[in-house]
């Protein structure tokens, strides 16, 4: 099982990126992707789930408003869009898949809940 993030780079206040995750190997079964970030000096942060079965989706209420999660089942992909990028935004940005069975309203957010993870996408933003 492997999962390959990408997406992320050096952008201004207010600018927008997308970063994918893409999922390889998975056998049969439900799991949710989340995503999370974490900047120097600071603990793994969730900031977005999504069952990819049902569609159904969570955000950390510091992110609501602002980043948009979404899938595309045939490519294997999760998305999470980031939109009106604040410098405090700036850290590193990882997915991770978790089997559904493991997944509550609690669980989801820590990540030590998942079970397979990416390697990790730096998002900067700097004027």
């Known amino acids: 099982v492997q999962l390959q993030a990408s997406g992320g780079g050096s952008v201004q206040p207010g600018e927008s990126l997308r970063l994918s995750c893409t999922a390889s190997?998975?056998?049969?079964?439900?799991?949710?992707i989340g995503w999370f970030r974490q900047a120097p000096g600071k603990e793994r942060e969730w900031l977005s789930l999504?069952?990819?079965?049902?569609?159904?989706?969570y955000y950390a209420d510091s992110v609501k408003g602002r980043f948009t999660i979404s899938r595309d089942n045939a490519k294997n992909t999760v998305y999470l869009q980031l939109n009106g990028l604040k410098p405090e935004d700036t850290a590193v940005y990882y997915c991770?898949?978790?089997?559904?069975?493991?997944?509550?309203?609690?669980?989801?957010?820590?990540?030590?809940?998942?079970?397979?993870w990416g390697q990790g996408t730096l998002v900067t933003v700097s004027s």
């Open positions: 991770g898949a978790a089997h559904l069975y493991k997944i509550t309203l609690t669980t989801m957010k820590h990540h030590n809940e998942y079970d397979y």
């Open positions: 999504i069952n990819t079965s049902d569609g159904v989706i």
């Open positions: 190997g998975f056998t049969s079964g439900g799991y949710a």
